[in-house]
T-cell receptor
Framework: AQTVTQSQPEMSVQEAETVTLSCTYDTSESDYYLFWYKQPPSRQMILVIRQEAYKQQNATENRFSVNFQKAAKSFSLKISDSQLGDAAMYFCAFLNRDDKIIFGKGTRLHILP | GAVVSQHPSRVICKSGTSVKIECRSLDFQATTMFWYRQFPKQSLMLMATSNEGSKATYEQGVEKDKFLINHASLTLSTLTVTSAHPEDSSFYIC????????????FGQGTRLTVV
């Protein structure tokens, strides 16, 4: 079975600092997509960043970047220059060939002013 | 990004009644829509996938007679919780996508259902 594991239920970071959220996944597929979603208190799911497994280059979106290690099945999210608005629940997710998104349990990120 | 509107955002219903949740894609044609359920402080669990004009495909363990999904047009899908019970209380989220899995799926703002 395909699984997504986020081992950090909660994390805190000082404003303006950098934080890394961990994610590992398990699959036998070679071609797939990985995502990080943000769910703020409004509960609206927002796509933060997306990575195609066939691309070796790590995806980057402004202050957000990933460290994609395909062999290790690891997909961590780095948030640089953390801002108060980054406080949210972050979900790592995997899209399989059956077109189903499998979500991790999430990491709640607190930003300390 | 594209907008997916989910309505209502909150609903309280009596046990035994049915409630309908709507999911609309406002500025694109959603060939595929997904319905998720999120328990408090937990992740999103896929309930079903629907393609316009076709019957929904339900995930294992999801009662199709209890959670009726209709995707009658390219901009609207509905989830009807029939004969609701308190254990059906949850947060329900839809997402919609135009095209295949190479395109981004956009999420609605969710519906908080409370069955009393």
């Amino acid at each position: 079975a395909q699984t997504v594991t986020q081992s950090q239920p909660e994390m805190s970071v000082q404003e303006a600092e950098t934080v890394t959220l961990s994610c590992t996944y398990d699959t036998s597929e070679s071609d797939y997509y990985l995502f990080w979603y943000k769910q703020p208190p409004s509960r609206q799911m927002i796509l933060v960043i997306r990575q195609e497994a066939y691309k070796q280059q790590n995806a980057t979106e402004n202050r957000f970047s990933v460290n994609f290690q395909k062999a290790a099945k690891s997909f961590s999210l780095k948030i640089s220059d953390s801002q108060l608005g980054d406080a949210a629940m972050y979900f790592c997710a995997f899209l399989n060939r059956d077109d189903k998104i499998i979500f991790g349990k999430g990491t709640r990120l607190h930003i300390l002013p | 990004g594209a907008v997916v509107s989910q309505h209502p955002s909150r609903v309280i219903c009596k046990s035994g009644t049915s409630v309908k949740i709507e999911c609309r894609s406002l500025d694109f044609q959603a060939t595929t829509m997904f319905w998720y359920r999120q328990f408090p402080k937990q992740s999103l669990m896929l309930m079903a996938t629907s393609n316009e004009g076709s019957k929904a495909t339900y995930e294992q363990g999801v009662e199709k007679d209890k959670f009726l999904i209709n995707h009658a047009s390219l901009t609207l899908s509905t989830l009807t919780v029939t004969s609701a019970h308190p254990e059906d209380s949850s947060f329900y989220i839809c997402s919609a996508r135009e095209g295949d899995l190479n395109t981004e799926a956009f999420f609605g703002q969710g519906t908080r259902l409370t069955v009393v």
